[in-house]
């Protein structure tokens, strides 16, 4: 089962639903991004792994099956507090932070 989390980003309100357990081939791509980041690249290989990460999209203002291609890049601000908090939420499934997961 996944587990749902509440978006946190005003441009676009809702929730997504990670992958919870992540498979592993996504964990091994996000292990990856995460040793290889590139100040000029990272939204390339990044966004690829985030979207394999999410079993279900229900954001307000968002595209309705996300690709690399379609992600919405803009406004800049907001897209950047879309993916910081992505980023966030993927990562604490990945390192297990289970004593905070309100879901268990």
Same mark, same amino acid.
């Given at each position: 089962? +996944?587990? &749902?989390? !509440?978006s946190?980003?005003k441009?676009?309100? +809702?929730f997504?639903?990670?992958?919870?357990?992540?498979?592993?081939p996504t964990?091994?791509?996000? !292990?990856?991004v995460?040793?290889?980041?590139?100040?000029?690249? /990272?939204?390339e290989?990044?966004?690829p792994v985030?979207?394999?990460a999410?079993? =279900? /999209?229900e954001?307000?203002?968002?595209? !309705?099956?996300?690709t690399?291609?379609?992600?919405? +890049?803009?406004? &800049?601000?907001?897209?950047? &507090?879309?993916? =910081? /908090?992505?980023?966030?939420?993927?990562?604490?499934?990945?390192? +297990?932070?289970?004593?905070?997961?309100?879901?268990?």
């Amino acid at each position: 089962m +996944g587990k &749902r989390v !509440e978006s946190t980003v005003k441009k676009f309100p +809702g929730f997504v639903v990670f992958m919870d357990p992540i498979p592993d081939p996504t964990c091994r791509k996000l !292990e990856y991004v995460m040793r290889n980041l590139e100040k000029d690249t /990272w939204e390339e290989v990044l966004i690829p792994v985030l979207i394999d990460a999410v079993e =279900a /999209w229900e954001l307000e203002n968002f595209v !309705e099956n996300p690709t690399p291609e379609t992600f919405p +890049g803009s406004p &800049r601000a907001s897209y950047h &507090r879309l993916v =910081a /908090w992505l980023l966030g939420e993927i990562t604490s499934i990945y390192t +297990g932070n289970e004593d905070d997961d309100p879901n268990e």
